[in-house]
Protein backbone atom coordinates (compact mmCIF):
# COMPACT_ATOMS: atom_id res chain seq x y z
CA UNK A 1 0.00 0.00 0.00
CA UNK A 2 0.87 3.66 -0.24
CA UNK A 3 3.23 4.98 2.50
CA UNK A 4 3.74 8.39 4.44
CA UNK A 5 6.50 9.72 6.04
CA UNK A 6 7.06 12.12 8.81
CA UNK A 7 9.60 13.76 9.93
CA UNK A 8 10.62 14.41 12.96
CA UNK A 9 7.85 12.14 14.74
CA UNK A 10 8.47 14.65 17.74
CA UNK A 11 9.56 17.56 18.84
CA UNK A 12 10.22 19.78 22.33
CA UNK A 13 11.13 23.34 21.36
CA UNK A 14 11.35 26.94 22.95
CA UNK A 15 8.21 29.17 22.62
CA UNK A 16 8.86 31.85 20.09
CA UNK A 17 11.10 29.32 17.73
CA UNK A 18 9.77 27.78 14.41
CA UNK A 19 9.42 23.84 13.83
CA UNK A 20 9.14 22.81 10.26
CA UNK A 21 7.42 19.47 9.97
CA UNK A 22 7.91 17.26 6.81
CA UNK A 23 5.35 15.30 4.93
CA UNK A 24 6.20 13.01 1.98
CA UNK A 25 4.91 10.50 0.11
CA UNK A 26 7.25 7.38 -0.48
CA UNK A 27 5.95 5.62 -3.77
CA UNK A 28 2.99 7.67 -5.09
CA UNK A 29 2.94 11.11 -6.30
CA UNK A 30 0.68 12.88 -4.17
CA UNK A 31 -1.07 15.99 -6.01
CA UNK A 32 -2.97 16.98 -2.52
CA UNK A 33 -1.55 16.55 0.88
CA UNK A 34 -3.54 17.50 3.68
CA UNK A 35 -2.57 18.59 7.34
CA UNK A 36 -4.33 17.48 10.86
CA UNK A 37 -4.10 18.48 14.43
CA UNK A 38 -5.19 16.04 17.16
CA UNK A 39 -4.85 17.28 20.53
CA UNK A 40 -5.32 14.75 23.48
CA UNK A 41 -8.25 12.34 23.57
CA UNK A 42 -10.00 14.68 20.42
CA UNK A 43 -10.33 14.26 16.83
CA UNK A 44 -8.77 15.46 14.12
CA UNK A 45 -8.90 18.56 13.00
CA UNK A 46 -8.39 19.67 9.67
CA UNK A 47 -6.01 22.74 9.63
CA UNK A 48 -5.68 23.13 5.51
CA UNK A 49 -5.37 21.28 2.05
CA UNK A 50 -2.13 21.36 0.53
CA UNK A 51 -2.25 21.21 -3.66
CA UNK A 52 1.30 21.01 -5.29
CA UNK A 53 2.00 23.71 -6.79
CA UNK A 54 -0.28 26.48 -5.72
CA UNK A 55 -1.16 27.87 -2.35
CA UNK A 56 -2.91 25.79 0.32
CA UNK A 57 -6.65 26.37 1.39
CA UNK A 58 -6.79 27.26 5.42
CA UNK A 59 -9.67 26.02 7.28
CA UNK A 60 -11.28 28.83 9.05
CA UNK A 61 -9.79 29.82 11.94
CA UNK A 62 -6.58 28.66 11.21
CA UNK A 63 -3.86 31.45 10.85
CA UNK A 64 -2.26 30.79 7.62
CA UNK A 65 1.05 33.38 8.79
CA UNK A 66 1.39 30.97 11.71
CA UNK A 67 1.05 27.70 9.82
CA UNK A 68 2.91 28.15 6.68
CA UNK A 69 2.19 25.09 4.63
CA UNK A 70 4.47 24.43 1.36
CA UNK A 71 3.96 21.70 -1.39
CA UNK A 72 6.93 22.04 -3.28
CA UNK A 73 6.89 18.74 -5.07
CA UNK A 74 4.62 15.61 -5.60
CA UNK A 75 6.03 13.90 -2.58
CA UNK A 76 6.92 16.74 -0.34
CA UNK A 77 4.76 19.23 1.72
CA UNK A 78 5.46 20.89 4.80
CA UNK A 79 4.33 22.62 7.74
CA UNK A 80 6.10 25.27 9.77
CA UNK A 81 4.62 26.40 13.09
CA UNK A 82 6.40 29.94 13.41
CA UNK A 83 6.60 31.28 16.54
CA UNK A 84 5.20 28.41 18.51
CA UNK A 85 3.55 29.12 21.47
CA UNK A 86 2.30 26.48 24.45
CA UNK A 87 -1.10 26.03 23.14
CA UNK A 88 0.43 25.04 19.82
CA UNK A 89 1.73 21.42 21.68
CA UNK A 90 -0.20 19.05 19.44
CA UNK A 91 -0.23 15.52 17.58
CA UNK A 92 0.43 17.05 13.88
CA UNK A 93 -0.90 14.51 10.78
CA UNK A 94 -0.52 14.49 7.75
CA UNK A 95 -2.37 12.39 4.97
CA UNK A 96 -1.74 11.96 1.10
CA UNK A 97 -3.98 10.89 -1.80
CA UNK A 98 -3.54 10.95 -5.75
CA UNK A 99 -5.49 11.98 -8.59
CA UNK A 100 -9.22 11.80 -7.92
CA UNK A 101 -8.98 8.57 -5.91
CA UNK A 102 -10.80 9.20 -2.32
CA UNK A 103 -8.17 7.01 0.05
CA UNK A 104 -6.49 8.87 1.92
CA UNK A 105 -3.09 7.84 3.52
CA UNK A 106 -1.81 9.08 6.89
CA UNK A 107 1.82 9.73 8.07
CA UNK A 108 2.69 8.51 11.60
CA UNK A 109 2.19 11.60 13.47
CA UNK A 110 4.59 14.73 14.80
CA UNK A 111 4.24 14.87 18.43
CA UNK A 112 5.12 18.96 18.96
CA UNK A 113 5.59 20.32 22.26
CA UNK A 114 6.29 24.02 23.38
CA UNK A 115 7.81 24.73 26.22
CA UNK B 1 -19.38 22.17 5.46
CA UNK B 2 -20.12 18.96 6.64
CA UNK B 3 -21.53 17.92 10.26
CA UNK B 4 -20.39 15.04 11.32
CA UNK B 5 -22.21 13.44 14.84
CA UNK B 6 -20.66 9.85 15.79
CA UNK B 7 -22.38 7.70 18.96
CA UNK B 8 -21.68 6.13 21.30
CA UNK B 9 -18.43 7.84 22.11
CA UNK B 10 -17.76 5.34 24.47
CA UNK B 11 -18.44 1.71 23.78
CA UNK B 12 -17.57 -1.13 25.98
CA UNK B 13 -18.35 -5.05 25.21
CA UNK B 14 -17.30 -8.59 25.82
CA UNK B 15 -14.77 -10.40 24.07
CA UNK B 16 -16.85 -12.24 21.33
CA UNK B 17 -19.59 -9.84 21.25
CA UNK B 18 -20.67 -7.85 18.20
CA UNK B 19 -20.07 -3.71 18.25
CA UNK B 20 -22.29 -1.20 16.21
CA UNK B 21 -20.84 2.48 16.03
CA UNK B 22 -23.03 5.14 14.02
CA UNK B 23 -21.95 8.04 12.16
CA UNK B 24 -24.56 11.12 10.68
CA UNK B 25 -23.90 13.58 8.15
CA UNK B 26 -25.18 16.59 6.52
CA UNK B 27 -23.59 17.09 3.30
CA UNK B 28 -25.96 15.19 1.02
CA UNK B 29 -23.11 15.59 -1.91
CA UNK B 30 -20.83 12.79 0.14
CA UNK B 31 -19.98 10.17 -1.77
CA UNK B 32 -17.32 8.20 0.19
CA UNK B 33 -17.84 6.88 3.82
CA UNK B 34 -14.32 5.30 5.30
CA UNK B 35 -13.98 3.96 9.28
CA UNK B 36 -10.55 4.43 10.90
CA UNK B 37 -8.56 2.95 13.52
CA UNK B 38 -6.47 4.64 15.78
CA UNK B 39 -4.59 3.40 18.59
CA UNK B 40 -2.88 5.67 21.09
CA UNK B 41 -0.42 8.15 19.58
CA UNK B 42 -0.63 6.02 16.48
CA UNK B 43 -2.01 7.04 12.78
CA UNK B 44 -5.45 6.79 11.89
CA UNK B 45 -5.74 3.69 10.12
CA UNK B 46 -8.65 2.87 7.39
CA UNK B 47 -9.95 -0.15 8.06
CA UNK B 48 -13.02 -0.17 5.70
CA UNK B 49 -14.87 2.17 3.39
CA UNK B 50 -17.92 2.46 1.06
CA UNK B 51 -19.31 4.51 -1.65
CA UNK B 52 -22.61 5.89 -1.94
CA UNK B 53 -23.71 3.79 -4.87
CA UNK B 54 -23.35 0.61 -2.50
CA UNK B 55 -25.46 0.07 0.77
CA UNK B 56 -23.17 -2.63 2.25
CA UNK B 57 -19.50 -4.20 2.62
CA UNK B 58 -17.85 -6.93 4.31
CA UNK B 59 -14.37 -7.75 5.31
CA UNK B 60 -14.31 -10.97 7.49
CA UNK B 61 -15.57 -9.28 10.83
CA UNK B 62 -16.01 -5.75 9.82
CA UNK B 63 -18.71 -4.24 7.93
CA UNK B 64 -19.80 -0.83 7.31
CA UNK B 65 -23.78 0.18 5.84
CA UNK B 66 -25.09 3.22 4.31
CA UNK B 67 -28.24 4.74 4.32
CA UNK B 68 -27.85 7.62 2.29
CA UNK B 69 -31.85 8.61 2.34
CA UNK B 70 -31.10 9.18 5.87
CA UNK B 71 -27.24 10.26 5.85
CA UNK B 72 -26.12 7.68 8.04
CA UNK B 73 -23.37 5.22 7.87
CA UNK B 74 -22.43 2.51 10.57
CA UNK B 75 -19.86 -0.01 11.43
CA UNK B 76 -20.25 -3.03 12.48
CA UNK B 77 -17.39 -5.50 14.54
CA UNK B 78 -18.30 -8.63 15.03
CA UNK B 79 -16.55 -11.47 17.56
CA UNK B 80 -14.46 -8.56 18.71
CA UNK B 81 -11.38 -9.39 20.47
CA UNK B 82 -9.19 -7.66 22.74
CA UNK B 83 -7.09 -6.17 20.20
CA UNK B 84 -9.89 -4.37 18.42
CA UNK B 85 -9.80 -1.76 21.38
CA UNK B 86 -9.20 1.25 19.92
CA UNK B 87 -10.52 4.90 19.07
CA UNK B 88 -12.93 4.55 15.74
CA UNK B 89 -13.37 7.44 13.29
CA UNK B 90 -16.21 8.03 10.60
CA UNK B 91 -14.36 10.70 8.09
CA UNK B 92 -17.31 10.97 5.12
CA UNK B 93 -15.48 12.83 2.37
CA UNK B 94 -17.59 14.76 -0.45
CA UNK B 95 -14.42 14.47 -2.86
CA UNK B 96 -13.74 17.72 -2.99
CA UNK B 97 -12.35 18.14 0.00
CA UNK B 98 -10.58 16.77 2.84
CA UNK B 99 -11.92 13.96 5.21
CA UNK B 100 -14.42 15.19 8.13
CA UNK B 101 -14.06 13.22 10.94
CA UNK B 102 -16.08 12.32 13.83
CA UNK B 103 -15.80 13.09 17.11
CA UNK B 104 -14.70 9.46 17.70
CA UNK B 105 -15.43 6.39 19.81
CA UNK B 106 -13.44 4.41 22.25
CA UNK B 107 -13.82 1.23 21.94
CA UNK B 108 -12.81 -1.09 24.76
CA UNK B 109 -13.28 -5.26 24.43
CA UNK B 110 -13.03 -6.86 27.84
CA UNK B 111 -11.24 -9.68 28.05
Known amino acids: GAVVSQHPSRVICKSGTSVKIECRSLDFQATTMFWYRQFPKKSLMLMATSNEGSKATYEQGVEKDKFLINHASLTLSTLTVTSAHPEDSSFYICSARTGNQETQYFGPGTRLLVL | GENVEQHPSTLSVQEGDSAVIKCTYS??????FPWYKQELGKRPQLIID?????GEKKDQRIAVTLNKTAKHFSLHITETQPEDSAVYFC??????????FGSGTRLQVQP
Open chain 2, 50 to 54: IRSNV
Open chain 2, 91 to 100: APDTGRRALT
Open chain 2, 27 to 32: DSASNY
